[in-house]
């Protein structure tokens, strides 16, 4: 805990000619209080969060799926939980509209690993808790290259319909839905608004020909891919596929 | 007024405060208070709460332990307890940051404040995550005003919603409260904010502050900001806005989730003090700012009068 310094400050205020006011400050003294466990509780708010903290925990508890082994962030050019999650966002999105590829999120933005086992809906809270909506970008090819130098510079993006090596810091071999990518084109690409608005100083994706948002919320695809699997009886069990490769 | 004990935020937060510092007073004042000549208002504050209504959870994180609504409520019970002019303030971004907020839309949150009696609270980004429309939902669970008076929102659901500016009588004292919020363009979603219009908040802030001393004769004028404590690039932020506007006493911010080692007195345009206070986020601290007002007789006006400021209460 910090302690002030005493401090006594003079204060000059102006001259009060005809403003009517009926009192003026003489004095002021200003602290703050650290809410630690040495304060007692208010038992009735307790009491008014309690039923919201059993309904939480009874639905954050709630089980989704299972993950056949441990999805974990590697330092590679890709990782199972990168490439989980971007194939599961891919997956959900193509029901609603077709793209070339998508990057939905930074490495940075996958936010905690999923355990071998079962998957929790908090589990999945834990890996993606912000609200940020899916969006479909139209890009010049020439916007899609300088996404791409950046998917390389930065060592692997979780991506899924691209493939590429990475050679020197430079994307080579770059195939977007099986296809080599051609400059001279336009590409769809799938992400999220928050990268799209240049978030994680991504590149490439600024100056769209167009923006969709398709009203689809990132977690909520990966909640609705992990249901989905299980519904048709599978469990996750993502694979490094060497879609990025280092050269 | 006589000499005043210093007490440190140590001594502050283990003797809680408030009866070490009128033990302190002079007998004068202690006179005067019974006579009413001097007022004494306590304001009490958060910003960024962001949905954390338990303390961080036990998992060897910075913030392990800290904050909790429930701790909070009954801090502010007693001190209103032991004084009689208390201002419970909020900053803004009540909303997001744990799972309450996603599955039950901030109505928690909002609830829980009703019933701790805060007396009004303005709006940061966050709290447009569900949209304004999820915002506006949830509004019935607050028993407080929303104050904020550089959003126009006109042409949107919350056009009714929100007030400008609140005047409180406390004990013949008129401190009026009002509130500004961030540019949302580039922050938020526009599928958020709508047609939500931002406007200047130093302009807003000066003719709202302007009014509620000159014309509505307020004894005291608090912001209520969300614009962040500083910035390095030149953009609007609590010191800013201090700096550049007159008739504001006390800016409450946000947005910046800064920790304040204390209060930060800045110059306003008229050479007057406008004091700057945040106080981190997620409910680890509550802040304090009291203010002693002396009754001034009749017409006879104050030319260059002084007040002290301590750091300890």
């Given at each position: 805990m910090k302690?002030?310094?005493?401090l006594?400050y003079l204060?000059i ?19 703050e209080y ?8 208010d038992?009735g708010i307790v009491?008014?969060y309690l ?6 925990e009874?639905?954050m508890?709630?089980v ?17 939980l990168?490439?989980?999650y971007a194939?599961?966002v891919?997956s959900?999105a193509r029901?609603l ?9 930074t490495?940075?933005?996958l ?6 086992g079962?998957i929790?809906l908090?589990t ?24 791409l ?12 319909g691209l ?13 977007i839905?099986g ?9 769809t ?10 978030g ?12 969709k948002t ?8 990966l909640?609705?891919y992990v249901?989905?699997?299980t519904?048709?009886?599978k ?6 596929d060497?879609?990025?490769k280092?050269n | ?12 937060v283990?003797?809680?405060?408030v009866l070490?510092a009128?033990?302190a007073?002079?007998?004068y004042a202690?006179?005067?208070l ?8 306590t ?11 338990e ?21 502010i ?5 032991e004084?009689s002019?208390?201002l419970l ?12 907020f ?27 995550d569900?949209?304004i429309?999820?915002f506006y939902?949830q509004l ?5 005003p ?7 929102f006109?042409n949107t659901?919350?056009?009714a ?5 609140k ?7 008129k ?7 961030i540019?949302l ?19 807003k802030?000066n003719e ?8 509505l004769?307020?004894d ?15 953009k609007?932020?609590d010191?800013v ?7 504001i006493d ?9 920790f ?5 007195d800045v110059?306003?345009?008229?050479g007057?003090v ?14 304090r ?6 009754k001034?007789n ?5 030319q260059?009068s002084?007040y002290?400021i301590t750091?300890?209460?």
């Open positions: 302690i002030f310094k005493p006594l204060a205020l102006a001259t009060f000619f005809g403003c009517g006011k009926r009192y003026s400050i003489v004095r002021s003294a200003r602290g650290h809410i630690d466990s040495t304060l007692t509780l038992s009491k008014t039923p919201y903290k059993r309904k939480m009874a639905q508890n709630a989704l799926g299972e993950s056949a082994v441990a999805l974990e962030k590697e330092r590679g050019t890709e990782s199972l990168g490439n989980f194939d599961a891919a959900e029901k509209f077709s793209f070339d590829f998508t990057i939905p999120t490495k940075g933005g936010r905690n690993e999923i355990p071998k079962k929790t908090s999945i809270f834990e890996l993606m808790p912000f609200e940020n909506e899916l969006v479909l970008l139209k890009l010049k090819g020439t916007d899609v290259q300088q996404l130098n950046f998917i390389a510079a930065s060592n692997g993006q979780p991506v899924s493939q590429m090596t990475i050679s020197d810091k430079k994307p080579v071999n770059l195939l839905n296809k080599p990518f051609n400059v001279a084109d336009t590409y690409v799938l992400t999220s608004d928050y990268l799209a608005n240049g994680d100083n991504t590149k490439g994706l600024a100056t769209p020909l167009e923006r398709i009203g689809l919320r990132v977690r909520d695809a909640v609705n249901k989905n699997q519904a048709s009886g469990v996750i069990n993502a694979q490094l060497g879609r990025i280092e | 007024m006589d000499e005043l004990k210093k007490i440190n935020r140590r001594q502050f283990k003797v809680g405060g070490a009128s033990a007073m002079s007998a202690v006179d005067a019974a006579a009413g000549d001097l007022q004494r208002l304001i009490l504050h958060t910003n960024d709460v962001h949905s954390r209504i303390p961080f959870p036990m998992d060897g994180s910075r913030n392990q332990g800290l904050g909790g609504a429930a701790r909070r409520a009954a801090l019970n007693k001190i209103r307890q004084q002019n208390v303030l909020d900053a803004g971004d009540i909303f997001q940051g744990t799972p309450y996603n599955m039950f839309g901030g109505e928690l949150e909002l609830k829980l404040m009703s019933d701790m009696g805060y007396d009004a609270a303005t709006m940061g980004n966050h709290d447009f569900n949209g429309e999820g939902k019935p669970n607050a028993n407080f929303i104050l904020m008076s550089n959003y126009d006109s659901v919350m056009h919603s929100t007030k400008p500016y005047i409180f009588n406390k004990q013949g004292l401190i009026g409260v009002f509130g500004l919020g540019e363009a580039g922050l938020v979603d526009p599928r958020n904010y709508k047609e939500t219009q931002y406007l200047d908040p130093v302009k802030g709202i502050a302007a009014l509620l001393k000159n014309e004769k307020c005291l004028v608090i912001c209520l900001s969300h614009l962040g404590y500083s910035y390095r690039e030149n609007v932020s010191k806005l201090a700096a550049q506007t007159r008739n006390l800016i409450i911010g946000g947005h910046t989730h800064t304040l080692d204390e209060p930060e110059k306003n345009l008229d007057e406008t004091t700057i206070n945040q106080v981190g986020w997620a409910g680890i601290n509550l802040g700012i009291d203010y002693y007002f002396e001034r009749g017409k006879k006006s104050k260059a002084q002290q750091n300890g209460l």
